[in-house]
């Protein structure tokens, strides 16, 4: 039975991608899994998955490394599955003297806008060309390479463009996907804003173009169902600030659910949204929501993103715009209120285009084979 370790930093050892659906299908298959996340505590099973994982997200790097170094010599995999070039660089020994695959999963940009927040000019240029070396370092390193999306192959697909490759894009397993096409209700619309809470994910642009709305319709009633949370404590007052100028008489709040009931949480949704800005990485990414709202069935209203277009061409079952255009996004809003068909045929378009093309069966087998073809090679 071959054994495949997944090895991460920043992931939970319950990610939605490692865990659902990499891990559960690759021991569906017959090999034996593990993971070993640096995120939080846990050490036991979980569905015949190997879970170690320890809380030392913030040690240093030579603590991180010798822990994935410790678990690579306990477990002896045949394939190592990695998500970030630490892990990786970790499993370099290892991958060296026992000639097996190192696959390396590039679904963040790396360095990510995140990462460089907290540093000042000059000193962000500085780490941006640290990160970007390790970078090059961990694709020299690893044997394969996982796209999540194609926008993000550049630099390393071209740089070792004779190590082999894939495109395994973020579609979810219809088990964990609730159909919950809404049948709409006259003069009345629930909008819907999910995942982290920030400037840059849009939540000031989706709370201006509700004003709009309300100004352009005042008739209509509009429901707002916001579902997530800030992160760092200048989303946490930029929102705070936001709830406190517009003061929405319909309003609700809902922390993160599990993963298992993300899509049964904005079920009462009729439109869900995602007005990020748009910027180099958020232009040159596809947003993973995307495939949950389709599969739920779901109409939705998407800043017009290179990374949707690229993929997915024109959205058959919403809108991309411009997210700062708060009179145009009010506009196909109110549409959408007011034809009852348009919106029934994007709901039942999306749900049709997530069973038919969108969904991870559609992809799993082409990763088995790929992880396959890494071991014997």
Not at 108 to 136: C, D, G, N
Not at 220 to 245: E, H, M, N, Q, T
Not at 319 to 341: F, Q
Request: net charge positive; aromatic share 14%.
């Amino acid at each position: 039975m071959p054994k495949v370790l997944f090895l991460t930093t920043s992931h939970s050892y319950n990610d939605d991608r490692i865990f659902y659906h990499q891990a559960k299908t690759l021991k569906e298959r017959g090999y034996e899994v593990k993971i070993c996340s640096l995120y939080a505590d846990f050490n036991g099973t979980i569905d015949g998955i190997g879970i170690e994982s320890y809380a030392v997200i913030e040690g240093s790097i030579n603590r991180k490394v010798e822990t994935f170094q410790n678990v690579c010599e306990t477990f002896q995999p045949d394939c190592i599955i990695c998500s970030e070039p630490l892990a990786v660089v970790a499993s370099k020994k290892w991958v060296k003297e026992k000639k097996i695959s190192c696959i390396y999963d590039i679904t963040e940009w790396y360095p990510s806008m995140s990462m460089l927040r907290e540093y000042t000019f000059p000193a962000k240029i500085v780490h941006a060309a640290k990160f970007f070396l390790i970078q090059l370092y961990a694709g020299i390193v690893s044997t394969h390479f996982i796209f999540g999306e194609s926008t993000k192959k550049f630099p390393l697909a071209y740089l070792f463009w004779w190590k082999r490759q894939m495109i395994l894009p973020y579609y979810p397993d219809p088990v964990y996907i609730k159909e919950s096409i809404k049948e709409p209700r006259p003069c009345t619309i629930t909008l819907c804003y999910t995942g982290q809470i920030s400037k840059d994910k849009g939540i000031g642009n989706f709370f201006k173009a509700i004003d709009v709305i309300h100004q352009k319709a005042p008739d209509l009633k509009v429901r707002v169902l916001i579902i997530g949370s800030a992160k760092y404590d200048g989303d946490k007052i930029y929102f705070s600030s936001l709830l406190a100028k517009h003061s929405f008489a319909d309003i609700e709040i809902r922390k993160p659910s599990s993963f298992e009931q993300f899509t049964e949480v904005f079920a009462d949704a009729d439109l869900c949204f995602d007005l990020r800005e748009i910027n180099f990485e958020n232009n040159h990414s596809l947003p993973i929501k995307l495939f949950y709202f389709m599969g739920a069935g779901k109409p939705v209203i998407y800043s017009n993103l290179k990374g949707i277009r690229r993929h997915m061409g024109t959205l058959l079952f919403g809108e991309l715009v411009d997210p700062k255009d708060a009179d145009s996004i009010a506009e196909k809003v109110i549409n959408y209120a007011g034809n009852p068909e348009l919106y029934h045929s994007h709901a039942v378009k999306a749900r049709k285009m997530f069973n038919e093309k969108y969904n991870w069966r559609t992809i799993s087998g082409s990763f088995v084979d790929f992880v396959k073809r890494s071991i014997d090679k």
